[in-house]
């Protein structure tokens, strides 16, 4: 099993930066594709980004060329770089791990964070 924490979250005006963390437990965290999603008040839970075992990254079509993910499989660690937010990304963002190789259509996911929120300002 894996537990999941997300931290980074926090307010920012549009066209800024922020990056979110993601720490994971356990010495099987290499073994795990990772994703990010997020949801916004009002609407269904959406893949913003993911990572596979080997690196290969898939994105969601709304963040890309604007969001990138990453993980440092020696930290335990996935996260989330976002460039230019906009006031749309406005969401708590959640990271999630899965073993399956549906990762990469955004399905599969076993374990969930308890999310962060991102609040970005027009």
């Known amino acids: 099993q894996v537990q999941l924490v997300e931290s980074g979250g926090g307010s920012v005006q549009a066209g800024g930066s922020l990056r979110l963390s993601c720490a994971a437990s356990g010495r099987t965290f290499r073994t795990y594709a990772m994703g990010w999603f997020r949801q916004a008040p009002g609407k269904e839970r959406e893949f913003v980004a993911g990572?596979?075992?080997?690196?290969?990254?898939r994105y969601g079509d709304s963040v890309q060329g604007r969001f990138t993910i990453s993980r440092d499989n020696a930290k335990n660690t996935v996260y989330l770089q976002m460039n230019s937010l906009k006031a749309e990304d406005t969401a708590v963002y959640y990271c999630?791990?899965?073993?399956?190789?549906?990762?990469?259509?955004?399905?599969?996911?076993?374990?969930w964070g308890q999310g962060t929120q991102v609040i970005v300002s027009s």
């Open positions: 990572i596979g075992w080997s690196g290969t990254t």
């Open positions: 999630a791990a899965t073993r399956t190789s549906a990762w990469q259509k955004g399905e599969g996911y076993d374990y």
